[in-house]
């Protein structure tokens, strides 16, 4: 089965820290670029952060520039999302996306989610 687990949100203070991370199973990680997406409750889901396949290449939302860190380790097929100095407008759930084409078709996956609360 193919899918993306992602794991390691929580409620954390104003300020704190947490990494996320997504893994996947059923395929490899290595020809996909990596997308964070997020959506607090009334809102519409939003990028974060995207990571091509070398992970040479990132970019992240204005809002979170300089807070936050994307990676990927494919040796173990996992994509991580860095947050520090996270405010309490980063609570939402946290989605992690990886997308490829391949000989023309695309491929689109979706994780089913962490939620992470800042509060105090």
């Known amino acids: 089965q193919l899918q993306l687990v992602e794991s390691g949100g929580g409620l954390v203070q104003p300020g704190g820290s947490l990494r996320l991370s997504c893994a996947a199973s059923?395929?490899?990680?290595?020809?996909?670029?990596i997308g964070w997406f997020r959506q607090a409750p009334g809102k519409e889901r939003e990028g974060v952060s995207c990571i091509g396949r070398s992970g040479s290449s990132t970019n992240y939302a204005d809002s979170v520039k300089g807070r936050f860190t994307i990676s990927r380790d494919n040796a173990k097929n996992t994509v991580y999302l860095q947050m520090n100095s996270l405010k309490p407008e980063d609570t939402g759930v946290y989605y992690c996306n990886a997308v490829r084409r391949r000989f023309g078709r695309p491929y689109d996956y979706w994780g089913q989610g962490t939620q992470v609360t800042v509060s105090s």
């Open positions: 059923g395929f490899t990680l290595d020809y996909y670029t």
